[in-house]
């Protein structure tokens, strides 16, 4: 498996954590938007999806994943150098906080076009914006990361190839137990 794969292997952590939460609401308090409703141009920031539960659960989610993995020697040792060197507390810092931020612009850009969230348009934008959304968590961890290590382009383009597969699974598994409305 690449470099980049492994690094970014923790993410699944968000999708484990996330799911039952939404799956059974559980937080409901947390359940409240990250823009607050603010709106640009007259249209919302983020949207109703983007809340403050799933940023928590959802980083604490690839912090655990992370730090969990990090106590298995054989994938720790499988890591770059420069990670490895770095230790597991700022590498869990880092990824998680590109997994979770690196959604947000999407979800801007989305509700700039006026696309619902949690929709797709059926234009060709609209199938591009829903590729991107499947693994622009690899773009977000290339810039967080940077700081202990930085893929090269062909790394990131094969992380992004595997992580958006691997997310349109788990999306599907998510619709099929109703932790997700729609299947993509």
């Known amino acids: 498996m690449p470099h980049a794969a492994?690094?970014?292997?923790?993410?699944?952590?968000?999708?484990?954590?996330?799911?039952?939460?939404?799956?059974?609401?559980?937080?409901p308090g947390w359940a409240r938007?990250?823009?607050?409703?603010?709106?640009?141009?007259?249209?919302?920031?983020?949207?109703?999806?983007?809340?403050?539960?799933?940023?928590?659960?959802?980083?604490?989610?690839?912090?655990?994943a992370t730090l969990a993995l990090s106590t298995i020697a054989g994938w720790w040792s499988a890591l770059p150098g420069?990670?490895?060197?770095?230790?597991?507390?700022?590498?869990?810092?880092?990824?998680?906080?590109?997994?979770?931020?690196?959604?947000?612009?999407?979800?801007?850009?989305?509700?700039?076009?006026?696309?619902?969230?949690?929709?797709?348009?059926?234009?060709?934008?609209?199938?591009?914006l829903s590729l991107l959304d499947q693994g622009d968590f690899v773009l977000g961890c290339w810039l967080t990361l940077a700081p202990i290590w930085l893929m090269t382009v062909s790394e990131a383009a094969t992380a992004f190839s595997v992580v958006a597969a691997v997310h349109l699974v788990v999306n599907v598994i998510g619709w099929a137990i109703g932790a997700r409305q729609t299947w993509i």
């Open 6 to 27: 492994l690094v970014l292997l923790p993410i699944l952590g968000a999708f484990l954590a996330h799911a039952p939460v939404l799956r059974f609401n559980l937080l």
């Open 33 to 64: 938007p990250l823009d607050a409703g603010r709106t640009w141009r007259g249209r919302r920031l983020l949207g109703d999806n983007k809340t403050w539960r799933g940023l928590i659960v959802m980083w604490s989610g690839v912090f655990i």
């Open 82 to 128: 420069p990670i490895q060197a770095a230790g597991p507390l700022p590498y869990a810092t880092l990824l998680a906080l590109g997994a979770v931020t690196a959604e947000l612009p999407n979800s801007f850009a989305k509700r700039q076009l006026d696309i619902a969230p949690g929709r797709q348009r059926g234009s060709l934008l609209g199938v591009l």
